[in-house]
């Protein structure tokens, strides 16, 4: 497979001074821009996922009339913790 390049990115020294003091030991700034460039990628997938299922929860509650409270929501989630917890602490 052939690979393909990114266009090149003027930005201030500011910046790139900013960049280059967080690299880790071995690490080139060309490889920080890759990886940054691949983590924005997924955080935007799982951030059109995350929109489109809440639309389509919106949609299916407006469909079927079913509504949660806040309340209702939060004891649910409270309780998913709760047993979780108490799983990890058995499994230790």
Known sequence: MK???IPSLRVDPELRHAAE???Q???S???FVE???RSNIEHRRMQKEFI???LAARD???RTG???SSDEIRDELDAMLHEATARANVSR
């Open 3 to 5: 690979t393909a390049t």
């Open 21 to 23: 003091s967080v690299l």
């Open 25 to 27: 030991d071995g690490e």
């Open 29 to 31: 700034l060309s490889s």
């Open 35 to 37: 990886q940054s460039i």
């Open 52 to 54: 489109a299922r809440g």
């Open 60 to 62: 299916e509650a407006r």
């Open 66 to 68: 079913e509504y949660y």
